[in-house]
């Protein structure tokens, strides 16, 4: 199945960096957007031209395309989908909206043809929005979830496959409500969570988030995304994201139950709490680390540096003369002081050559 | 006040590191641990020397040190404090123990001597525990609560303070119970929501998992960590942690009910889900940014860049040669691919030079 031309209806971070990837990959793509600035913007990116659907929307659009990507909120793509398929845009469909069952079941009851659209999920996303924060890459090696129903076509599913290849993402036929089941659990859930947690710093002293680590600061990371957007999404996943917050919650006031009993000196209380931090400690185990694989045991090399241009060029160039691999770099810096540690994850056979070198060159191995 | 030898008491991550901080600034070290292995690693890494309390311990110990740290867990802070005193082994005394009321509570109701003993906390920590995880910077410029009492002597609390600033840190002066209410809400009530969104992830699919993103990664990181170890600081904090997590949870408990309304439909649930997410954001938005300021308005250049060596150096070099400082470096690898995005934080009007040098070079700015 060749895509020649694609048409993207939507052009924020999803559908614009679709539009780039499939730009370098030489398909022609067209745009469109109900806000002009929108469509303006990404044209302007190099993600595509403008959409001419012709004056008279009735008489349909001048061309059909081969794929239209729906890449607007999840309430609108059953609607977006009716209108595309009345004025016959393209020959398939697919939308890339974050949750599936309710735009299927709503595409359904407005009586869309459910034989050229193929529902599907691209797992990327960033913190940042709309077509400035897009990027070519956005999906390569990132799971695309694909879920095709018993109506769905062969070929609609065979386009809908070659839109994802041609992002460079990995495929993932699964079923529409285990798609909602999985995203509430390691995706929609943990949003309202960790909104939950940062909720509570709005009344925390000053001096209390003087006291703040890198713990809260990840836990509460992405609770700084857009409330709209996300709002969307989890309205789309409600059942199933209610599902997984109730649990959530019971167990956060099971714990909280059992350190009041803690407090008023029964010290059997502790068992729950154990439980719960191991359960914690299984669950946190089993995400796939880098490179889609489990974990890889990698080492840590930490090196104090300074807050100066040109010093990570200087401890990179090093890595690179001894031939050691950096596979992953975070630099913690200490608050209220120009200094930091870059902390280096190697393979563990390269720590003592590396450490040696580092040592070697004036580098403060701790 | 001038430290001159300190005995640290409990050589795992905190005591061996505050110990190989007061090494690097001269003090004369002495090192204790119930675990023989322990004071011998701490030894070999230079943190200092054995402490010898002497054969018969109602004797005293041979000499009498400046300060003694005591770096045991929080319900055998107490008891260690009223062994110390007994035997006279230090002028002044502090513990650092997360967690403070308790402590003092049981320390005054055991008799010991509160004019000699301040209670402290250095906010520092790593996900790895034990003496082989301590590092002289531990405490470089993190905060380090000083929590002085009615009881507390001039020359006890200029002790600590000494202490505190040998190991770079910022002395934070906070009463007990604040700085246990302080600590509830931004390290301990996040780790056990942390735990309880990870303890979900033990009944997901592998499909589920699949699809996980670096969100949940973000979310559930801390939750990996030791639960002996967390049982401990719960456990002496559990009243203000209880308090905490019952607001989380009935946030969460709301959250889970307005959408099962909504998948019920009712539409005006959508106010309190828009509530707490908004609510999150300014949370999020309190938490104070690098270097302890408030956050910097740094910007984010992207680099596509290959997983092999030299390909950071040589990236790094270019940042060099056009004199752009990197404030920051996050390496973002595609799953199941070679490939990965270096993202670069800079001033923002260092953006363009950057870009466009790199562009020159051959790198692909997306």
Redesign the interface.
Known sequence: MELRTVLVVGTGLIGTSAA?ALRKRGVRVLLADRDPGAVRLARELGAGEEWQAGEDQSEGPAEQVDLAVIAVPPAHVASELLELQRIGAARFYTDVASVKVEPLHRAAQLGCDLGSYVASHP???REKSGPGAA???LF????W?LCPTEDSGTEAKAAVLRLIELC?A?A?E?SAA??D???A???H??????????????D??D???????Q???????????D??L??GI??GN??P?????????????E???A??A??EGDGTA?GE??Q?????????????G???GPAAPYSVV?V?IG????Q??????V??EV?????????E???????G?AELSVQPDAIPTLTDALRERGWQV?
């Not at 600061?217 to 995304?225: C, E, L, M, N, Y």
């Not at 810096?333 to 200094?339: D, I, Y």
């Open positions: 780039l797992l990327a996303g990027r070519a890459d390569l090696g990132r799971p979830a460079g990995n993932v699964v285990d798609h089941r999985a995203v659990v390691v995706s859930a943990p949003h309202v969570a960790a909104s939950a947690v940062a909720a509570r710093l709005t925390a002293t001096v209390a988030l003087g006291l703040a680590g713990g809260v600061r990840d836990v509460t990371r992405i609770a700084g995304s409330p709209g996300w709002l989890l309205s409600a059942a994201v209610a599902e997984v917050l109730e649990a959530v919650a019971a167990d956060l006031a714990a909280a139950g350190l009041r803690l407090a502790t709490i154990t719960l931090l191991k359960r914690g400690v299984a669950g946190h185990d089993r995400i796939p880098k490179h889609g930490q104090v807050d100066r241009p040109g990570l060029a200087r401890l990179f160039q890595c690179d031939g050691v691999n950096v596979e992953d770099v975070r630099l810096h200490a608050p209220g002081l120009p200094l540690i701790p």
